[in-house]
């Protein structure tokens, strides 16, 4: 009657356990090392085109990079309190927006053009995206340091409140 039984050791449970674990952490590390290769290749980018800008661009150009460092910010901060795909994902993103911006900046001094029409491009890239990226570091300082300390005091309060349930006994 498609009725089946399935008997679970405790070896072949602790195997399950492993087998889990080593998918995880493989799917973990590929995600970080694609991330960390992007960030290498757009701040080896930035590099190049901070070295190839003119002087009245430079400026320009650092905030690209301040924003770069600003991903880069936050992505320490994800992997230090345990990032979910999305927040990971959302940096990628971010990080390639960068990437992209900086290759169009890239062709541009290559192909000679006005300085001026750079800058305008800059400017217009930094109005549509830096309050969406400096917004995004907002929320991660709130949340570390807001919601980050309220959640350790219900825990400790919880840890607490069970060890002296446990001495009135």
């Known amino acids: 009657d498609n009725i089946y039984e399935f008997y679970l050791t405790p070896d072949r449970y602790e195997d399950i356990k492993r087998?889990?674990?080593e998918v995880i952490i493989e799917i973990l590390v590929k995600r970080n090392i694609e991330l960390a290769k992007l960030?290498?290749?757009?701040?080896?980018?930035?590099?190049?085109?901070?070295k190839k800008a003119p002087k009245e661009l430079k400026p320009f150009v650092d905030e690209i990079g301040g924003c770069l460092t600003a991903e880069l910010v936050a992505y320490h901060r994800?992997?230090?309190t345990g990032g979910t795909k999305e927040e990971f994902d959302q940096i990628k993103d971010y990080v390639n927006k960068l990437k992209t911006i900086l290759e169009n900046i890239k062709r541009d001094f290559?192909?000679?053009?006005e300085p001026g029409k750079i800058k305008?491009?800059?400017?217009?890239?930094l109005k549509e995206t830096g309050p969406v990226i400096l917004a995004s570091i907002g929320l991660w300082a709130?949340?570390?340091?807001f919601v980050f300390p309220?959640?350790?005091i219900t825990k400790m309060d919880e840890a607490i409140?069970?060890?002296?349930?446990k001495e009135k006994r």
Do not use: C, D
Request: glycine share 2%.
């Open 150 to 152: 309220l959640f350790m």
């Open 120 to 125: 305008s491009k800059i400017k217009n890239w």
């Open 161 to 165: 409140s069970s060890w002296i349930k």
């Open 142 to 145: 709130l949340a570390i340091g």
């Open 39 to 50: 960030f290498q290749e757009t701040s080896q980018l930035y590099e190049e085109v901070r």
């Open 78 to 80: 994800l992997l230090e």
């Open 19 to 21: 087998e889990i674990k």
């Open 110 to 113: 290559e192909s000679y053009k």
